[in-house]
């Protein structure tokens, strides 16, 4: 799997799980502390998030690290 491919799946999953939680990307970001912007860059696969910024999105989520990264193949 390439970098620009992990990227995608992580944005996608992010997506997914704010959406089941029913959060805006404002929220996201607020809860975060990032804006609505970078949530939209991240999700939209526009950027790479850091591993800081997953673990803040995982924490604002209340879900496990691992999580963000369970996608099948």
């Known amino acids: 799997m390439t970098k620009q491919e992990l990227s995608i799946k992580i944005g996608n999953r992010i ?3 704010r959406k089941q939680k029913n959060i ?3 929220e996201l970001g607020r809860l975060c502390g ?3 912007q970078h949530i939209e860059l991240i ?3 526009k950027v790479s998030a850091n591993t800081y ?3 803040t999105i995982a924490l604002a989520l209340d879900i496990d690290l691992k999580e963000l990264f369970n996608f099948k193949k």
């Open 34 to 36: 990032r804006d609505k």
């Open 24 to 26: 805006s990307q404002a």
């Open 15 to 17: 997506r997914q799980l």
């Open 43 to 45: 999700e939209n696969h």
């Open 53 to 55: 910024t997953l673990y």
